[in-house]
């Protein structure tokens, strides 16, 4: 069973328009949580990192948000852009893993003009 | 993409025919690490190193082996592949408390 959770699958919206992208999870012991970017044919980016005592890290239009206590995390993406149309994936790090990482199935995101 | 490159990028084959599968880096990173992506999954660990001769497997690890004779090249090796091994396959280093991921070889077994 996927110990992380992504919602929605998939999301379609309008250029300029903001969305937020959901993840939950179930790891523990939990030591990081990280977003990355997919483009089509290509491989993973990291977007951002959180270990647990952040709450909030950015990246120019990028706002990763993380509550410990629920184990839930956004992606929140600011005035969209084409080039946001990506695959956003959701990893969680486990703190005795040997850097062991679990993957969300993504959320695939289509920007349109 | 951090020095990373992966061969072949795309590559068909036969049922029951072995298949290697080449990550090379440029930057003399320790772990190394073999992934493969399918659909309705997330990215899945095969195997990966540690340093050189040193591996461990990943949660799908059967049907696959690996070897690190040198530093920056980690072998993916499927000694006779079956369909259910097409996927597209990632590579990746650690470096700084982050994976930075290759650009992947999507492999096809017919």
């Known amino acids: 069973k996927n110990q992380v959770e992504q919602s929605p699958q998939s999301l379609i919206i309008l250029e300029g328009k903001n969305c937020t992208l959901q993840?939950?999870?179930?790891?523990?012991?939990?030591?990081?949580l990280r977003w990355y970017k997919q483009d089509t044919g290509r491989g993973p980016v990291s977007l951002t990192i959180?270990?647990?005592?952040?709450n909030t890290k950015s990246n120019g239009r990028y706002t990763a948000t993380l509550d410990a206590d629920t184990k839930q995390s956004s992606l929140h993406i600011t005035a969209s852009q084409l080039s946001d149309s990506a695959s956003y994936i959701c990893?969680?790090?486990?703190?005795?893993?040997?850097?062991?990482?679990?993957f969300g199935k993504g959320t695939s995101l289509l920007v349109t003009p | 993409d951090a020095g990373i490159t992966q061969s072949p990028r795309h590559k068909v084959t036969e049922t029951g025919t072995p298949v290697t599968l080449r990550c090379h880096q440029t930057?003399?990173?320790?772990?190394m690490y073999w992934y493969r992506q399918d659909p309705g999954h997330g990215l899945r660990l095969i195997h990966y190193?540690?340093?050189?001769?040193?591996?461990d497997k990943g949660e799908v690890s059967d049907g696959y082996s690996v070897s690190r004779s040198k530093t920056e090249d980690f072998l993916l090796t499927l000694e006779s592949a079956t369909s259910s091994q097409t996927s597209v396959y990632f590579c990746?280093?650690?470096?700084?408390?982050?994976?930075?991921f290759g650009p992947g070889t999507r492999l096809t077994v017919l």
């Open positions: 990746a280093i650690r470096a700084n408390n982050e994976q930075f």
């Open positions: 993840c939950n999870y179930t790891v523990s012991p939990f030591s990081n």
């Open positions: 959180m270990t647990f005592s952040e």
């Open positions: 990893v969680v790090s486990l703190s005795n893993s040997g850097y062991a990482l679990n």
């Open positions: 930057e003399n990173h320790r772990y």
């Open positions: 190193s540690y340093g050189v001769k040193d591996t």
